[in-house]
């Protein structure tokens, strides 16, 4: 299992609204917010929301060595053997959930839920490999729904995070031959909408 670690590209927006993307903006805002943002740009009624950037997550996984950690275990891991994977996508899971959360990631996404109106949202994983050719992503990671307060859509954002390293996304993944590479297969941007105008099922 071959793997790669990114480094984080400061160029890159930690959080933009959905209106800032569309088809070429896959490595940045994921599946989910690249077609939003193309829907937008065709006319469509497109919800207003905002994406939390691969840029954020890669930043996240710079922090507190977390980066180093991850690729310790993955190294480590035994894909046949179930024990192995359910310590290791414990352990990253648990990591991500502790790991300190940047101020910027933090400040940027509060600003963007308050403009909002700090309604209700759907809080939703928007992985850059959602579809492959021969594989399906859907449902590998986590959706958050009615997700009301700036703590619960910060911890909703942080649980869709932890998603991708659930056994059965792992396990997933192996099965489909899925090169573990982060800067590019599994880094996901969260999408926040108000769920009282959630009309798209993309």
């Not at 590209?9 to 940045?28: E, K, W």
Request: with cysteine.
């Amino acid at each position: 299992m071959s793997i790669s670690l990114p480094s984080n590209n400061p160029s890159s927006p930690l959080v933009a609204p959905l209106t800032s993307f569309d088809r070429a903006s896959l490595a940045l805002a994921g599946g989910k917010g690249a077609n939003l943002g193309e829907l937008f740009r065709a006319g469509f009624d497109v919800p207003a929301g905002f994406v939390i950037t691969t840029a954020a997550y890669d930043l996240l996984l710079q922090t507190d060595g977390l980066q180093a950690k991850v690729q310790e275990m993955l190294v480590s891991m035994q894909v046949n053997n179930l024990a192995s994977v359910a310590e290791i996508s414990q352990w990253i899971r648990t990591a991500i959930q502790h790991a300190s959360t940047p101020d910027g990631i933090a400040d940027e996404a509060l600003k963007a839920y308050r403009q909002l109106g700090s309604a209700a949202v759907a809080v939703r994983s928007s992985a850059t490999a959602e579809d492959l050719p021969e594989a399906a992503f859907a449902g590998q990671q986590e959706t958050f729904l009615n997700v009301l307060g700036e703590q619960a859509m910060l911890d909703a954002v942080r649980a869709c995070w932890a998603s991708l390293w659930s056994e059965r996304a792992i396990l997933y993944r192996a099965r489909q031959n899925v090169v573990i590479i982060l800067s590019s297969i599994l880094l996901e941007s969260i999408m926040i909408s108000p769920i009282e105008k959630l009309k798209f099922g993309v």
